[in-house]
């Protein structure tokens, strides 16, 4: 009873708003029940974090409720559609860790159906060929205050109409020449009600289809068909597709003949800060060399945070930390950063890496003698174990831990002071070597032999500790550090302004001369390190080879950039 009774006075989480929903219609048995979502991406590029918010969404909520969810790509314009972007999506979406029902879905799969329903709004009256030009149509239709203006073939015949549509599925005419339009109303204070476009003429080499259509459906139009074919129960879509739910139900209506009808229901998409979320932006950097492809460690693409070492399980428990809302808002970078720094805080071995190394030599050690000292690999989790670390008379420390003439609160190597060595010794800097121009080269230093694994002999207190490698044991590899892409938070909000304008230029930094642990050298791509006082680094995906990894910085272990921009401002 003591556990039930435990288990009974645990809060419950609070509903967002789409799970009410998902409820009530369980409880009512709205679709006897049935929980099907979809996630419905266009095959034109790479998937981005605000994909990844929309994928934990979709398939989370099927799973939540004993449902399935349907990958359907939404390939209605094969001018910009791949399959090197469908295999990535796919690819994406099982790294995040889920799977979809049956076999992927294509819009394309239903292009006899749309077809044959288009003939039927046609048959119906509810849709007609138009010869308006693009400028003529913007203008026939007006704005939100003033009604629209009827085409001048809105009234032809079905007979007609339905001539003209074979003859543009034939390819009797020109891209341009004509569209087919649904005959819904041209008063309608909601633009997309006034006779939108649901098929044009496209001349393009379908990725599926091939050459067999030169009409393809709009997207408005192919939706929430394809929703209705599949038996979708939530149609779940960003909020700027509100304005699109009255053309969505009028079309499923004319479709229907059940009492099934699938539910649009809008949530904000993801906002983020110093990022920029619109796939023809991100192609433009792509394109124009600003990054390494899509999936460079700089881009919010999912193949690109996969590459800088964020987690399947970080990016899901962003998901949930910001939650579904109904108001669009900017999520700070810091909120994903912060979660993957936990996700990896649970899981990254510790390790110790020297980034800008200068050499200590230890002068009473003995010369020739190294001795291996044992090494926590994660504090967080017993189990991980430990390894075990060379030592010798030479070592290489931070550059950044040493200062020859230190203040009086620092507490890191400095002339005559003593520091810990990380499970080592105790040492004490007793001279520095410079060159002719008065750069530091080396420092000399003396140890405490009976400070073995960095503990105190006799009880007196080092405050300072700082990481370190064998000079003869280290191996030498490449770390790229990143940073934030833009500079401004918003880059993409600012009217006639560029976004390329705030490109950080500085964003990447390529260190050649890092000296590394030896257990590193063995990384394989994607395995996950801290850096011990660094940061949490990954072996790089692309650039990495057997023996020689690539390391990228995949987020420091603190905010450094809150601290930066408080400092500036």
Request: aromatic residues 8%; proline residues 5%.
């Given at each position: 009873m003591s556990s039930d009774h435990s288990a009974s006075t645990e809060p419950k989480k609070a509903l967002n708003f789409i799970e009410q929903i998902v409820e009530e219609d369980i409880k009512n048995n709205k679709n006897n029940a049935r929980v099907l979502t979809r996630f419905p991406p266009e095959p034109n590029g790479y998937l981005h974090i605000g994909h990844a918010k929309s994928i934990c969404l979709n398939f989370g909520l099927a799973q939540q409720y004993g449902g399935q969810t349907n990958l359907?790509?939404?390939?209605?314009?094969?001018?910009?559609?791949?399959?090197?972007?469908?295999?990535?999506i796919k690819e994406d979406v099982r790294w995040l860790g889920f799977n979809w029902q049956g076999e992927e879905l294509y819009a394309s799969d239903y292009f006899d159906k749309l077809y044959e329903f288009a003939e039927k709004l046609i048959l119906e009256g509810k849709a007609y060929v138009c010869e308006l030009t693009p400028e003529q149509m913007a203008e026939y239709?007006?704005?939100?205050?003033?009604?629209?203006?009827?085409?001048?073939?809105?009234?032809?015949?079905?007979?007609?109409?339905?001539?003209?549509?074979?003859?543009?599925?034939?390819?009797?005419?020109?891209?341009?020449?004509?569209?087919?339009?649904?005959?819904?109303?041209?008063a309608s204070p909601n633009m997309h009600m006034r006779d939108p476009i649901i098929y044009r003429i496209k001349f393009a080499h379908h990725h599926r289809t091939g050459d067999k259509w030169c009409i393809y459906p709009n997207y408005d139009f192919a939706h929430g068909q394809s929703d209705y074919f599949e038996g979708i129960t939530h149609s779940i879509c960003t909020l700027e597709f509100e304005v699109h739910k009255p053309l969505y139900n009028w079309l499923v209506d004319c479709l229907r003949d059940t009492d099934y009808k699938p539910q649009q229901?809008?949530?904000?998409?993801?906002?983020?800060?110093?990022?920029?979320?619109?796939?023809?932006r991100l192609?433009?950097?792509?394109?124009?060399?600003?990054?390494?492809?899509?999936?460079?460690?700089?881009?919010?693409?999912?193949?690109?945070?996969?590459?800088?070492?964020?987690?399947?399980?970080?990016?899901?428990?962003?998901?949930?930390?910001?939650?579904?809302?109904?108001?669009?808002?900017?999520?700070?970078?810091?909120?994903?950063?912060?979660?993957?720094?936990?996700?990896?805080?649970?899981?990254?071995?510790?390790?110790?890496?020297?980034?800008?190394?200068?050499?200590?030599?230890?002068?009473?050690?003995?010369?020739?003698?190294?001795?291996?000292?044992?090494?926590?690999?994660?504090?967080?989790?017993?189990?991980?174990?430990?390894?075990?670390?060379?030592?010798?008379r030479e070592i290489y420390i931070e550059r950044e831990d040493f200062m020859e003439n230190a203040p009086k609160k620092y507490f890191r190597l400095t002339v005559g002071a003593e520091?810990?060595?990380?499970?080592?010794?105790?040492?004490?800097?007793?001279?520095?070597?410079?060159?002719?121009?008065?750069?530091?080269?080396?420092?000399?230093?003396?140890?405490?032999?009976?400070?073995?694994?960095?503990?105190?002999?006799?009880?007196?207190?080092?405050?300072?500790?700082?990481?370190?490698?064998?000079?003869?044991?280290?191996?030498?590899?490449?770390?790229?550090?990143?940073?934030?892409?833009?500079?401004?938070?918003e880059p993409d909000g600012h009217a006639d302004v560029d976004f390329k304008t705030f490109i950080n230029h500085n964003s990447l930094q390529v260190l050649s001369n890092c000296k590394l642990e030896p257990c590193l050298k063995d990384a394989g791509a994607l395995e996950h390190f801290q850096f011990e006082r660094l940061g949490y680094f990954t072996a790089d995906s692309k650039y990495s080879k057997p023996g020689a990894p690539v390391f990228n910085r995949t987020v420091s272990l603190k905010d450094t950039w809150a601290k930066v921009q408080e400092k500036e401002a």
């Open positions: 359907r790509f939404d390939d209605t314009n094969p001018e910009k559609e791949d399959t090197e972007y469908v295999e990535s239709k007006g704005v939100p205050t003033r009604p629209g203006k009827d085409s001048p073939t809105r009234n032809r015949s079905v007979e007609e109409n339905l001539d003209l549509f074979r003859r543009m599925k034939a390819g009797e005419f020109k891209e341009g020449a004509c569209v087919l339009r649904a005959k819904i109303d041209m229901i809008e949530f904000a998409r993801l906002n983020l800060s110093y990022t920029i979320m619109s796939k023809r192609l433009e950097l792509v394109k124009n060399n600003f990054v390494d492809g899509w999936d460079d460690p700089r881009m919010p693409t999912i193949s690109g945070l996969r590459r800088r070492g964020f987690t399947p399980a970080s990016l899901r428990n962003f998901a949930e930390i910001i939650g579904v809302a109904r108001r669009e808002n900017v999520i700070e970078m810091g909120v994903l950063e912060y979660a993957v720094r936990e996700d990896l805080n649970k899981h990254a071995k510790r390790v110790m890496a020297v980034l800008d190394p200068i050499k200590v030599v230890i002068t009473n050690y003995p010369e020739n003698q190294e001795e291996w000292l044992e090494a926590v690999n994660n504090p967080e989790d017993e189990s991980a174990g430990t390894r075990q670390i060379p030592f010798s520091v810990r060595l990380r499970y080592a010794y105790f040492i004490t800097c007793t001279e520095v070597i410079k060159d002719a121009a008065g750069n530091i080269t080396e420092l000399r230093a003396t140890y405490d032999p009976e400070s073995k694994g960095g503990k105190s002999p006799d009880g007196r207190k080092v405050k300072g500790t700082i990481h370190w490698v064998s000079v003869p044991h280290a191996f030498n590899a490449e770390v790229r550090i990143y940073d934030r892409l833009f500079n401004d938070a």
